[in-house]
């Protein structure tokens, strides 16, 4: 079957260069028997070799031009799922529950974890709503694998203090254990992005009982304008933010940037319990 063009739209860049494949394999290190969610799988770079490990593989691509080539390359192999969907719309807790898929170890009755692993050199251009999504839905995963460009991974990674912190930076915080691995030049792809990219591992933070719902209209109003006091942004939003911030003890003063997320979690608390 004849490889379609690579569209940018859906941001195309597959990866080419065998010793980054092989770093993310190493890094999400798949087994016999796991469950892997992979997420835009391409023309099957990763797959590829996720497919040698044995593990269960649901690979949930948008792009209809290359679905029937991976369900080509993958045909007789029992392990590969194919899903034709927007990653976004798609509720993975009800995939991996779906018993076409045969997913044994999957909430099945045996004991042992009943978690997944996902990895996804993600499209770009939906690299932080697939962020958030993920967020939600940790407690399906054990850990996940994903490359973004460099610039949002430098986002995530931002510490107190630092202007590149913001909204992302504290949401996958707040969801995950971050660890930063490799960054990943142009030339690893074709056709070659004009950005570095970067792969960091995941690992889900428990669910606590927060209402985390709550905690991301918190921390988006804290960070509405980045040059204003955490006072002055979120009064629009909370008339006791005065005491709020005493309580939890956090200058008025200072900036959303600078809290950490020990004290954006502890002013929620104070809300809670003002309420
Ligand atoms: N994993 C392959 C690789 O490493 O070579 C391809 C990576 S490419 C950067 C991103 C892939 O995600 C493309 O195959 C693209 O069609 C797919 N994609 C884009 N938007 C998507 C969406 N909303 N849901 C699922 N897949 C999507």
Do not use: C
Not at 177 to 187: S, Y
């Amino acid at each position: 079957m004849k490889k379609p063009f690579a569209k940018r739209s859906l941001g195309q860049n597959f990866l080419s260069d065998p010793n980054y494949v092989n770093k993310i394999i190493s890094a999400l290190d798949p087994a016999s028997g796991e469950t892997i969610i992979e997420i835009g799988p391409g023309r099957g770079a990763l797959t590829e070799r996720l497919a040698e490990s044995g593990a269960n593989i649901i690979a949930i691509e948008l792009d209809r031009d290359l679905v029937p080539l991976l369900r080509e390359k993958f045909h007789g192999n029992k392990n590969i799922h194919i899903v034709e969907a927007d990653v976004l719309e798609t509720d993975i807790a009800e995939l991996l529950d779906d018993p076409k898929f045969k997913i044994l170890n999957f909430r099945s009755e045996r004991p042992g974890p009943r978690t997944a692993k996902l990895v996804a050199n993600l499209p770009y251009y939906i690299s932080t709503a697939i962020l958030q999504k993920l967020a939600g839905q940790r407690h399906l995963f054990s850990e996940l694998v994903l490359m973004f460009q460099r610039e949002v991974v430098e986002r995530i990674t931002a510490e107190p203090g630092s202007s590149e912190r913001g909204f992302l930076t504290v949401l996958a915080e707040a969801a995950f254990e971050i660890e930063r691995l490799t960054d990943v030049p142009p030339t690893a792809f074709r056709p070659q992005p004009k950005i570095w990219s970067s792969v960091v591992r995941l690992r889900p933070k428990p669910v606590s009982g927060i209402d985390e719902a709550a905690f991301m209209r918190l921390v988006s109003t804290g960070f509405n304008q980045k040059r204003k006091t955490i006072l002055n942004n979120l009064k629009a939003l909370y008339p006791n933010v005065s005491e709020m911030l005493e309580t939890a003890g956090i200058d008025p003063k200072r900036r959303a940037e600078t809290l950490t997320i020990e004290e954006w979690i502890s002013l929620l608390g104070r809300d809670i319990e003002d309420k």
